[in-house]
């Protein structure tokens, strides 16, 4: 799975990504 998440990364521009983490943590929480 973590190599999944790293391909995504580098498509990704560095704004939509630190979107992303957001969103990830909240739905963690």
Do not use: L
């Not at 521009?13 to 929480?29: F, L, N, S």
């Amino acid at each position: 799975m973590g190599s999944i998440k790293k391909k995504r990364r580098k498509k990704m521009t560095k704004h939509k990504y630190r979107k992303r983490i957001r969103a990830d943590r909240h739905k963690k929480k």
